[in-house]
């Protein structure tokens, strides 16, 4: 039989704890459940009211994968959904992870976490957060990612805008931004019109277009994520590496350390990683959480 675990007074299934999801590791499904109920403060912060799209690998990383923004099968009435549109005019449900009993049962799939940069409770694509994600492409690394993300920091500091950084938890890097409530058509051509500023400023590192024989040894800054329909994966997520890799905020003085060195190694973090951190540093991106935070777009950007 499955254990049961009470979580809140809601009762879960948990299922083969002790399986290998990380091969290269050696970490179980138990292991990354732990990890994920240990930081379920800061990561509930992040997930809540956001309607989630999965990555579900549960087999590990080298097993099938599948993304689905649909409720799971079996998904419990007592979590949370919420109606969202879809192509042409259509729309379906998708999970709110509300609580720590959600975020169990969601943990129990072994999936990531993807959000959109809005919240229901602000109105369907009426965006609170604007994102880039620079996103090397071999040989290039995170490292190359940091001079870009310097750059964007202060791009968007002369406009009265503050950017925060995490690592994807795969290659590169992601700026994340608090903004006043703006609909995402502005948010996305305002990061667009920035995405072609840095490929200007530095022709030898970014390209702007996701077209592949342009990438190598450069930085794609992609601002797509933007739009209403697009999702980052969250803050804290693992994610479907070989290793327990996790999407984790980072400080701008570790960024600028890792451009220094060139050692992409100073900005991976696996999921033992990060209790130390937020004992550290906290939630490093907490600010995105306050609305005192956030700032509007330039009068005439993105319109």
């Known amino acids: 039989m499955c254990p049961i675990a009470e979580v809140e007074g809601r009762r879960i299934a948990l299922k083969n704890l002790d399986k290998v999801i990380y091969p290269a590791t050696g970490t179980t499904k138990g292991e990354l459940l732990h990890y994920l109920a240990s930081t379920a403060d800061p990561l509930l912060g992040h997930l ?31 979590v949370t959904t919420a109606e969202v549109s879809r192509h042409e005019g259509e729309t379906a449900r998708q999970v709110l992870i509300q609580d720590l009993p959600s975020l169990m049962w969601a943990a129990n ?93 530095l022709p030898d590192l970014v390209v702007r277009k996701m077209t ?41 003085d570790e960024i600028e350390k890792c451009g220094h060195s060139r050692d992409p190694g100073r900005l991976e973090f696996r999921i033992d990683d990060i209790p130390a951190r937020l004992e550290r540093h906290g939630d490093l991106l907490a600010p995105l959480l306050d609305p005192g935070q956030a700032r509007p777009l330039p009068d005439g950007a993105g319109r």
């Open 48 to 78: 809540r009211n956001r309607p989630l799209a999965f990555l579900r690998y549960p087999d590990g990383p080298d097993g099938q994968r599948f993304f689905t923004k649909n409720p799971p099968p079996g998904t419990p009435d007592w």
């Open 212 to 252: 592949r024989s342009l990438r190598p040894g450069k930085v794609y800054v992609d601002f797509s994520q933007n739009a209403a329909a697009k999702t980052t994966a969250a803050p804290y997520t693992p994610r479907a590496r070989p290793e327990p890799t996790v999407s984790t905020p980072v400080t701008w």
């Open 109 to 201: 799939l072994v999936v990531e976490f993807h959000t959109p940069m809005w919240r229901v409770d602000l109105g369907e694509g009426i965006a609170d957060r604007l994102v880039f994600d620079l996103d090397p492409g071999p040989p290039a690394t995170i490292a190359d990612c940091c001079a870009v993300a310097g750059w964007l920091r202060e791009r968007l500091r002369a406009d009265g805008l503050t950017a925060y950084a995490k690592t994807s938890g795969s290659k590169g890097l992601h700026l994340l931004v608090p903004v006043e409530p703006t609909p995402s058509r502005r948010t996305t051509a305002y990061a667009r019109g920035l995405a072609v500023e840095a490929a200007v400023a």
